[in-house]
C-alpha cells in the first residue's frame, strides 16, 4: 500500500512553460485535492475532486487545470508557468463524506521553482 | 475563505502547556487539525464533528464550539517531538472542501 504518491519531487521551469504534476493514490479514496504551501499563507486549496469525472475550484485555481478520469489518478496542469507559482504543492485524498468526515492522507510534496 | 489561526508562533519549554485557537466566519460540519514537521508532508492529528464526534489522537485533545464556529487544540506536557507547524482544516456546513488555516509554529525547547 503506497499511500499517495507524488512525481516528480522537484521541478524547475521556464517562465511560459508547461507541466503536469502527477499525483496517484491506491486506497480507493472518492475525494482528492492539490494544495499549494507558501512561507506564512499555510495550505491553500487549488482544485478538488470528490469522485471520478467530477472536479471544483478552490481558493486559488487560476492558472492550474485538473482531470479525474479515474478514481486513482489527479493531475494537476500548469498551462504557462509564472514566478509566482513557485511553491511546494500537496496532494491529498480521502474517503468522501456521506455521514462523517475523514482524515486527509497528504503526498510527499512537489517542490517547483519558476524562473 | 481560510480560517484564522492565532497565535502565529508559540515557544515553550519541556512539560508546559499551549493551546492553539482557530475560528471561522462559517458554519461549520467539521474541524480538522494537522501536524507537519520541516520539509515533510502534514499529519493527521484529530477531527471534530458538528454534534460532538471525535476522531483522532490519543494524547492531544480539541475542543469545537459550534455556537461560535470556533476550535482549540490543547497540547499539554509537551514534548520536544510536538514541535512542528499545526494547522487547522474546516469543511463547512454545506461544501465538500477542506480550507486550512495559515498554521500556528510550535517550538518546544529544552
Known amino acids: 500500500n503506497a499511500g499517495v504518491t507524488q512525481t516528480p519531487k522537484f521541478q524547475v521551469l521556464k517562465t511560459g512553460q508547461s507541466m503536469t504534476l502527477q499525483c496517484a493514490q491506491d486506497?480507493?479514496?472518492?475525494?482528492m485535492s492539490w494544495y499549494r504551501q507558501d512561507p506564512g499563507m499555510g495550505l491553500r486549496l487549488i482544485h478538488y475532486s470528490v469522485g471520478a469525472g467530477i472536479t471544483d475550484q478552490g481558493e486559488v485555481p487560476n492558472g492550474y487545470n485538473v482531470s479525474r478520469s479515474t478514481t486513482e489518478d489527479f493531475p494537476l496542469r500548469l498551462l504557462s508557468a509564472a514566478p509566482s507559482q513557485t511553491s511546494v504543492y500537496f496532494c491529498?485524498?480521502?474517503?468522501?463524506?456521506?455521514?462523517?468526515?475523514?482524515?486527509?492522507?497528504f503526498g510527499p510534496g512537489t517542490r517547483l521553482t519558476v524562473t | 475563505q481560510q480560517p484564522v489561526q492565532s497565535p502565529q508562533a508559540v515557544i515553550l519549554r519541556e512539560g508546559e502547556d499551549a493551546v492553539i485557537n482557530c475560528s471561522s466566519s462559517k458554519a461549520l460540519y467539521s474541524v480538522h487539525w494537522y501536524r507537519q514537521k520541516h520539509g515533510e508532508a502534514p499529519v493527521f492529528l484529530m477531527i471534530?464533528?458538528?454534534?460532538?464526534e471525535q476522531k483522532g489522537h490519543e494524547k492531544i485533545s480539541a475542543s469545537f464550539n459550534e455556537k461560535k464556529q470556533q476550535s482549540s487544540l490543547y497540547l499539554t506536557a509537551s514534548q520536544l517531538s510536538y514541535s512542528g507547524t499545526y494547522f487547522c482544516g474546516t469543511e463547512e456546513e454545506y461544501g465538500n472542501k477542506l480550507v486550512f488555516g495559515a498554521g500556528t509554529i510550535l517550538r518546544v525547547k529544552s
Open positions: 491529498a485524498s480521502s474517503f468522501k463524506r456521506l455521514a462523517g468526515a475523514y482524515e486527509q492522507y
Open positions: 486506497m480507493n479514496h472518492e475525494y
Open positions: 471534530l464533528l458538528k454534534g460532538g
